[in-house]
């Protein structure tokens, strides 16, 4: 499974920016795909994840409410949406994809992108 982002860039606090995700390769096998992001000094954080049939979501805290994940099977894509953004959001963001295949869990990471957040 390959994964490519698309989508960061800098924004004023308030803002909005769509995150994409496109996977290819055995995109069949995914059962989680997720968000997470990464701030200069800190560790990777998860933001949000959602199962392949887009059913169920999860969110961090700090980003309910004001981000939406969502899927489209259809182009092998996942997105983030991203609206009332703070400086605090301010990370390189990576898309994360999960399969277990005979109990074996299988993971996934893209390069990421870059989110910027002025205030």
């Known amino acids: 499974v390959q994964l490519v982002e698309s989508g960061g860039g800098l924004v004023q606090a308030g803002g909005s920016l769509r995150l994409s995700c496109a996977a290819s390769?055995?995109?069949?096998?995914?059962?989680?795909m997720g968000w997470y992001r990464q701030a200069p000094g800190k560790q990777r954080e998860l933001v949000a994840t959602?199962?392949?049939?887009?059913?169920?979501?999860n969110y961090a805290d700090s980003v309910k409410g004001r981000f939406t994940i969502s899927r489209d099977n259809a182009k092998n894509t996942m997105y983030l949406q991203m609206n009332s953004l703070k400086p605090e959001d301010t990370a390189v963001y990576y898309c994360?994809?999960?399969?277990?295949?005979?109990?074996?869990?299988?993971?996934?990471w893209g390069q990421g992108t870059q989110v910027t957040v002025s205030s």
């Open positions: 994360n994809a999960r399969s277990w295949s005979i109990g074996t869990l299988y993971e996934y």
């Open positions: 390769g055995s995109t069949f096998s995914i059962n989680v």
């Open positions: 959602i199962t392949s049939g887009g059913g169920r979501t």
